[in-house]
């Protein structure tokens, strides 16, 4: 314990650790020594492995412990927190909760919580999110972004070796880049240098653009009898996942009749046009700028509600494409849907957002 009297009963520190380092180290340590519990909240806890989220929370949890001794564990807790891109208000619920539970349900008679972090950038903004909590800002760590350490580990093989070489890796703790090394030599580090090769191809397409591509998307929620129509992809990026029917608009489509398009083409989904229509309960679009790998990604997307029947409408596989399936609602994990995917039908049905302890 630290010999000073704390400041604080208790710090709350949010950010998504991909991957841990210096600069979240120095946050963490400044709030261990202001107050006697640290809660570190990491988001993205379950999303699916990307080339922004490559590492899950067990993983992260595990650099994070490694990079502190027994008795700054001992006051640490390291908490997944589920993102929940298109509902603040949800999302911050879900923090508070989380800080309740853990502080203890008087937490609200305690003499003082924080909320910590960074001086910039996306901490500066959770700080104001929060006004019941006091705000403790840290001076940033000048020179280091998780993204910039991202792009050295995915954009080749060799890249990744060199940067997590002895003496190179200047910006992790060393039990942190001792993680990685493991990682990079294992089949997850694979497929994301795929996926980031197909980026690369992608970007180069449209390198000669006079502005930057701003791409429009479609997506189908289509829901009966307590299922929810998903394909399930078959290549890079997102290989294995499960995502909603959908694709690009043509250049002289309406939004409604390129989203029919795609139930017709790609799922060829056994229900009559009329009935599809009739059935249109709510549409939305989705524009978080980080939703999808190929860049700004605008997505519109359209609810159907069929009838409740005991036979789910018949789906005719597509040669060469993508496997479409009824998935039961209960089944829905975000970590097994693509991009945003899961967001976007808890928009509409409201999921459960919050998923627990992990």
């Known amino acids: 314990m630290p010999t000073e009297v704390p400041e604080f009963d208790c710090l709350v520190f949010i950010g998504r650790f991909q991957p841990p380092h210096l600069g979240h180290l120095a946050v963490i340590h400044e709030a261990l020594r202001q107050a006697r519990q640290v809660i570190v909240l990491v988001g993205s806890a379950w999303q699916a492995r990307s080339l922004r989220n490559p590492w899950r929370f067990d993983e992260r949890q595990a650099m994070l412990r490694g990079c502190f001794d027994e008795d700054d564990n001992a006051r640490l807790a390291i908490v997944p927190l589920l993102d929940a891109l298109y509902n603040n208000d949800v999302w911050v619920r879900d923090v508070q909760r ?42 940033l760590v000048e020179g280091i972004t998780a993204s910039r350490i991202r792009e050295r580990l995915f954009r080749s093989i060799s890249s990744a070796a060199d940067y997590l070489s002895t003496g190179a890796c200047h910006d992790l703790p060393p039990s942190v880049c001792e993680a ?48 929810v129509l998903l394909v399930k992809r078959t290549a890079a990026p997102g290989k294995g996942l499960l995502a909603l029917p959908g694709g690009f608009i043509n250049p002289h489509e309406r939004l409604l009749d390129a ?39 605008l997505a519109e997307a359209f609810y159907f509600a069929l009838r409740p029947d005991q036979q789910l409408p018949r789906l005719k596989p597509v040669k060469g494409g993508d496997h479409a399936r009824w998935v039961p609602l209960a089944e829905l994990e975000p970590e097994s849907l693509f991009e945003d995917h899961f967001f976007i039908i808890q928009n509409f049905l409201g999921l459960p957002a919050d998923l627990g302890s992990a």
């Open 259 to 297: 989203c029919l398009r795609e139930l017709r083409e790609r799922v060829r989904l056994k229900v009559p046009e009329p009935v599809l229509k009739g059935s249109l309960r709510g549409q939305r679009l989705f524009d978080e700028p980080h939703r999808s790998w190929r860049g700004r990604t």
């Open 180 to 227: 990685l090394r493991g990682f990079v030599d294992g089949e997850a580090h694979r497929q994301l240098l795929e996926e980031q090769q197909l980026l690369d191809q992608y970007r180069q397409a449209w390198a000669q653009a006079p502005y930057p591509p701003i791409f429009v998307t479609v997506n189908a929620v289509v829901v009966q009898s307590g299922h």
């Open 98 to 139: 989380k800080v309740r539970d853990i502080a203890g349900p008087d937490h609200a008679r305690l003499p003082r919580i924080g909320l910590i972090g960074a001086s910039r950038g996306q901490s500066s903004y959770y700080l104001s999110l929060f006004p019941q909590w006091e705000s403790v800002s840290v001076s």
